[in-house]
């Protein structure tokens, strides 16, 4: 039965390594890491092609390889990420003013210059990060009903 004492023995063992061990593992992980390095893709069989012509260049998607919701959905996806980092800072922004103001315009609640600033609590953190995501959301959201309504036009004849 193993017993605390040599549980905390063998933990010490580990990290208590001698100054060879954590050399021979450092040349280890470094082999490890560099192996796959001068690794290279195999050429076709038989390619009698001339050193320096690629003509393995990758076809383009054809209209009908995906469907058109497929398209919106990425639209979405790319709109809903790319709007997260403005969407986090003016969340933060506005619930530090919203949060300075309810607190009687108090120093430590202040947005800049605070030396004393009061911490967020979870909820709070909580609250502004869902607030956050809910707003990229409605950003793609709203791009999504605009350009469905402008295809719609489009295909109806009207600008």
Not at 37 to 53: I, K, M, N, R
Request: proline residues 4%.
């Amino acid at each position: 039965m193993i017993d605390a004492a040599d549980t905390q023995a063998a933990v010490i063992t580990v990290y208590g390594m001698n100054r060879t061990g954590r050399l021979v593992l450092l040349l280890c992980l470094l082999c490890f890491c560099f192996s796959a390095a001068p690794v290279f893709g195999q050429d076709a069989a038989g390619s009698d092609e001339t050193p320096g012509t690629d003509t393995r260049e990758p076809e383009p998607y054809r209209d009908e390889e995906f469907a058109d919701w497929l398209h919106d959905l990425r639209r979405f996806e790319i709109i809903t990420f790319g709007s997260l980092p403005f969407t986090f800072l003016v969340s933060f922004l506005v619930y530090d003013f919203i949060r300075y103001a309810s607190n009687g315009f108090d120093g430590d609640y202040a947005l800049i210059g605070s030396t004393n600033p009061v911490p967020y609590t979870s909820e709070e953190t909580v609250g502004v990060v869902v607030a956050a995501c809910s707003a990229s959301v409605l950003i793609a959201l709203v791009d999504l009903i605009i350009g469905k309504a402008r295809q719609g036009s489009v295909e109806n004849g009207n600008r």
